[in-house]
């Protein structure tokens, strides 16, 4: 288990916290659309912390090529139609670049700095020259006004409970899934990042903001920064 991750409830616990059950019964939502209103049609896409496939399988429905790395090899059996690697994000050296790289599910917002410094020199070295690197950012209301809570249309129930501070900017977050017949919860680290901060470790790792794909900032296109900056 990763430091400062926890997870309860039924099934394999990932170590960031994360339940293997619980993965597999979270419906996609708008994901699939905004990656491929960014990215060319039939891309080849490193997906970097896949989980179960939850996108990854909507993505290669639609055509896409996709290779998806996970640490967890209890979430890598579930996914479907594509190449699998295991391996933590910040050591994968594939040797190889793609059209598209994704990091989602938040993974920016690490709470410690050598991973996400890791995460996104990962996501550098495996663009391709033309290609972009696909984030998905904490919402500006994540930490603040809490508990959030949804109740999805299939039956369940998430919120985030509480986000706590950690010392050093880093908060604990404490998550549930709450189902008919069974209950998750995750605690995790998180560090928030303004837009200025997020965009100066992009820099650090070579790469810049293209635009961001929503209105609400969440979903980011990056590209590598050209030599003249």
Not at 9 to 28: F, H, N, Q
Not at 29 to 41: G, L, Q, S, W
Not at 147 to 167: Q, Y
Not at 204 to 222: F, K, N, P, Q, S
């Amino acid at each position: 288990m990763r430091e400062g991750h926890d997870g309860t409830g039924p099934g394999a616990i990932t170590p960031d916290g994360c339940a293997v059950e619980l993965y597999s019964r979270l419906p996609v939502r708008d994901e699939p659309d905004i990656i491929a209103a960014a990215v060319p049609v039939g891309a080849h896409i490193l997906e970097l912390g896949s989980g179960v496939g939850r996108v990854t399988h909507a993505l290669v429905e639609r055509g896409f090529t996709v290779t998806a790395v996970d640490e967890s090899p209890e979430m890598l059996e579930r996914v479907r139609g594509a190449r699998t690697i295991c391996s933590p994000i910040e050591e994968v050296d594939l040797g190889e670049t793609f059209d598209v790289v994704m990091l989602a599910s938040f993974l920016v917002h690490s709470g410690d700095d050598a991973v996400r410094r890791g995460l996104l020199r990962t996501c550098a070295r495996h663009v391709a020259d033309g290609g972009c690197v696909l984030i998905q950012r904490e919402g500006e209301d994540y930490h603040t006004d809490l508990p959030h809570e949804r109740v999805d249309p299939t039956g369940f129930t998430s919120r985030i409970v509480s986000s706590e501070p950690a010392g050093d900017g880093v908060n604990t977050v404490r998550a549930e899934y709450v189902f008919p017949d069974a209950v998750w919860t995750q605690t995790f680290r998180s560090r928030p990042l303004t837009r200025e901060q997020f965009e100066d470790a992009l820099k650090e790792a070579g790469l810049r903001v293209d635009r961001y794909l929503t209105e609400d900032r969440i979903w980011v296109r990056a590209v590598p920064q050209t030599r003249a900056e």
